[in-house]
């Protein structure tokens, strides 16, 4: 069983930086496509921003050109760098497989944007 911890999150204001991190345990890790997804106050679940096991990213068009995913198979660890952030981007962040395999899904990581 693969368990997910994330962590980084916190406050920051709009235009700021913020960078997280989801620390897998078990080895097969490497072997998935993993994504960081997020979860805003009374919506859906969304997938921003994925890597493959090879670690070819691809972002959906809300965060293309302010955040970069990246990938340690090493340290079974996937980061999420945001910049630019805007209010919008409040949420709590998540990572998992893309698609979904591992379950249960980490407690998530609070990322607020703010004034």
């Known amino acids: 069983q693969v368990q997910l911890v994330e962590s980084g999150g916190g406050l920051v204001q709009p235009g700021g930086s913020l960078s997280v991190s989801c620390a897998a345990s078990g080895s097969i890790f490497r072997r998935y496509t993993m994504g960081w997804y997020r979860q805003a106050p009374g919506k859906q679940r969304e997938l921003v921003a994925r890597i493959s096991s090879g670690g070819t990213p691809n972002y959906a068009d809300s965060v293309k050109g302010r955040f970069t995913i990246s990938r340690d198979n090493a340290k079974s660890t996937v980061y999420l760098r945001m910049n630019s952030l805007k209010p919008e981007d409040t949420a709590v962040y998540y990572c998992?497989?893309?698609?979904?395999?591992?379950?249960?899904w980490g407690q998530g990581t609070q990322v607020t944007v703010s004034s």
């Open positions: 998992n497989s893309v698609p979904v395999y591992f379950s249960p």
